[in-house]
């Protein structure tokens, strides 16, 4: 996809804050520190448009980014950091289920887990409640770059079963290997609703 406009729209701290909007939604989920802000500068080609950071924890609020004046991208902060407080923690709960459970133009999340490890009991937890809440999903499994090719196909077999599904595309911000694989599905999702 040609991407002629990428920008911050808003960002939501509580379900209340979350803006009516019509446009379709492609959300990034995965635990904190997992890749998500960096999947999505690298699928759109603009650095530093989401931000990143090495600390865990650095999105705590819902971003919206509209793109080609057409869809959103919209970044959800990740779980499972576990140095955030238990009121903290319970907030986002409720702020990302909220989310999850009455966005009408939610066409498509993404699940994103980390190549380097087995999916964990809370991944396999935000699965399921995408599954409950009837939200199309698709398992992205990233940092590749960080294994070697025999690792990556042990890892990519190890998603496949633990998340059971044959559906993991294996992906790197650094090499944008997935990056047409990734698009082709976002693309179907926006057209299926239009
Ligand atoms: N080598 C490599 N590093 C990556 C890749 N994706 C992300 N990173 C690094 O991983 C760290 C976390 O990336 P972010 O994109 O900020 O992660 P996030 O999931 O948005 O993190 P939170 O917002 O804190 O939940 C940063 O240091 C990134 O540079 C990748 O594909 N390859
Ligand atoms: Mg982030």
Same mark, same amino acid.
């Given at each position: 996809?040609?991407?002629?406009?990428?920008?911050?729209?808003? /960002?939501?701290?509580?379900?209340?804050?979350?803006?009516?909007?019509?446009?379709?939604?492609? /959300?990034?989920?995965?635990?904190?520190? %997992?890749?998500?802000? &960096?999947?999505?500068?690298?699928?759109?080609?603009?650095?530093?448009?989401?931000?990143?950071? &090495?600390?865990?924890?650095?999105?705590?609020?819902?971003?919206?980014?509209?793109?080609?004046?057409?869809?959103?991208?919209?970044?959800?902060?990740?779980?499972? +950091?576990?140095?955030?407080?238990?009121?903290?923690?319970?907030?986002?709960?409720?702020?990302?289920?909220?989310?999850?459970?009455?966005?009408?133009?939610?066409?498509?999340?993404?699940?994103? %887990?980390?190549?380097?490890?087995?999916?964990?009991?809370?991944?396999?937890?935000?699965?399921?409640?995408?599954?409950? +809440?009837?939200?199309? +999903?698709?398992?992205?499994?990233?940092?590749?770059?960080?294994?070697?090719?025999?690792?990556?196909?042990?890892?990519?077999?190890?998603?496949?079963?633990?998340?059971?599904?044959? /559906?993991?595309?294996? +992906?790197?911000?650094?090499?944008?290997?997935?990056?047409?694989?990734?698009?082709?599905?976002?693309?179907?999702?926006?057209?299926?609703?239009?």
């Amino acid at each position: 996809m040609r991407i002629t406009s990428a920008k911050f729209s808003f /960002a939501a701290t509580t379900p209340a804050s979350i803006p009516k909007e019509r446009r379709p939604e492609i /959300a990034f989920i995965g635990r904190s520190n %997992v890749g998500k802000s &960096s999947l999505i500068n690298s699928l759109l080609g603009v650095r530093g448009l989401a931000r990143t950071s &090495s600390t865990p924890g650095r999105t705590q609020s819902i971003n919206f980014f509209l793109i080609n004046e057409s869809f959103f991208f919209v970044d959800l902060p990740g779980y499972g +950091y576990a140095k955030i407080s238990k009121d903290k923690r319970q907030e986002w709960g409720k702020l990302i289920e909220r989310y999850l459970a009455e966005r009408e133009q939610l066409v498509l999340c993404i699940l994103i %887990v980390d190549a380097r490890h087995e999916p964990s009991p809370l991944d396999l937890q935000m699965k399921s409640w995408l599954q409950h +809440y009837g939200i199309p +999903y698709l398992a992205v499994s990233t940092k590749v770059d960080k294994l070697s090719k025999n690792e990556q196909h042990k890892s990519w077999l190890t998603a496949r079963k633990v998340l059971d599904t044959d /559906a993991v595309i294996p +992906y790197s911000a650094v090499t944008k290997e997935g990056a047409g694989k990734i698009w082709e599905a976002i693309r179907n999702s926006i057209a299926t609703k239009q």
